[in-house]
T-cell receptor, first 117, second 114 residues
Framework: AQTVTQSQPEMSVQEAETVTLSCTYD???????LFWYKQPPSRQMILVIR??????QNATENRFSVNFQKAAKSFSLKISDSQLGDAAMYFC??????????????FGKGTKLSVIP | NAGVTQTPKFQVLKTGQSMTLQCAQD?????MSWYRQDPGMGLRLIHY???????DQGEVPNGYNVSRSTTEDFPLRLLSAAPSQTSVYFC?????????????FGPGTRLTVL
C-alpha cells in the first residue's frame, strides 16, 4: 500500500518570506499523481497544486511551486511571498494512475503552517 | 453551482443510534468519496464510488455503508454508532471515474458519538 509522510507537524513563516513544506511517499508504481491540498480554519479543503509523475517539469501555481524528486520519492511545496491567508493545514496526497490504486487518494497527516505578521 | 453539499453540519449521536450523512453534488461528477478526518491522522478514505450503482471500500470501511443510486447523491450510513466514529466527515467528488482530477470537497460534518 502507498504511504505519504509529512515529517513537519507544524511550521511558521514570516509574512513575505518563503517556506518549504516537506512530503515523502512510498510507492512501487511508476506513474501516479501527487497533490497539495490546503485546509484553512474554515475546514474547506482546497487544491493548491498537482504534479503528474511522468512530467519532468515541476508544477507551479502563482506563489506555489513544487520540488518533485521522483527517484527520492520527495514532493515538497514552496510558498513564496507568504501571506496571512496562507495560514492553514497543508496535506500532501497521492493517487495511482492505473489499477486499483488509482481509485484511492492517500493523504499525509498534514503540516500546520502559521504566518507571522 | 452549489458544488458539493453535506448535511447536517453538526450531529450528536448516542452509542448504538443510526444515522445517514447526506452528500450531493451538482457538477455531474462520476467519482464520489467519503473521508474521515481525525486529529493527527489526516484524511482517510472510507468508501468511494466511480459511478451510479458502483461502490467500493477504502482504507477504513468498517461500521459504514454506502450506496449510489444516482450520479448526484452519495449518502453515508452509520448503522450502529460507536464513540470511535466521532470525527469530521468529508464528502468529495471529481470529474471522471478516478480521483486524479481535482477533488471538490464539501464543508464537512462534525459528528460526536457519546
Amino acid at each position: 500500500a502507498q504511504t505519504v509522510t509529512q515529517s513537519q507537524p507544524e511550521m511558521s513563516v514570516q509574512e513575505a518570506e518563503t517556506v518549504t513544506l516537506s512530503c515523502t511517499y512510498d510507492t512501487s508504481e511508476s506513474d501516479y499523481y501527487l497533490f497539495w491540498y490546503k485546509q484553512p480554519p474554515s475546514r474547506q479543503m482546497i487544491l493548491v497544486i498537482r504534479q503528474e509523475a511522468y512530467k519532468q517539469q515541476n508544477a507551479t501555481e502563482n506563489r506555489f511551486s513544487v520540488n518533485f524528486q521522483k527517484a527520492a520519492k520527495s514532493f515538497s511545496l514552496k510558498i513564496s511571498d507568504s501571506q496571512l491567508g496562507d495560514a492553514a493545514m497543508y496535506f500532501c496526497a497521492y493517487t495511482g494512475r492505473s489499477g486499483a490504486g488509482s481509485y484511492q487518494l492517500t493523504f499525509g497527516k498534514g503540516t500546520k503552517l502559521s504566518v507571522i505578521p | 453551482n452549489a458544488g458539493v453539499t453535506q448535511t447536517p453540519k453538526f450531529q450528536v449521536l448516542k452509542t448504538g443510534q443510526s444515522m445517514t450523512l447526506q452528500c450531493a453534488q451538482d457538477m455531474n461528477h462520476e467519482y464520489m468519496s467519503w473521508y474521515r478526518q481525525d486529529p493527527g491522522m489526516g484524511l482517510r478514505l472510507i468508501h468511494y464510488s466511480v459511478g451510479a450503482g458502483i461502490t467500493d471500500q477504502g482504507e477504513v470501511p468498517n461500521g459504514y455503508n454506502v450506496s449510489r443510486s444516482t450520479t448526484e447523491d452519495f449518502p453515508l450510513r452509520l448503522l450502529s454508532a460507536a464513540p470511535s466514529q466521532t470525527s469530521v466527515y468529508f464528502c468529495a467528488s471529481s470529474y471522471s471515474g478516478q480521483p486524479y482530477n481535482e477533488q471538490f470537497f464539501g464543508p464537512g460534518t462534525r459528528l460526536t458519538v457519546l
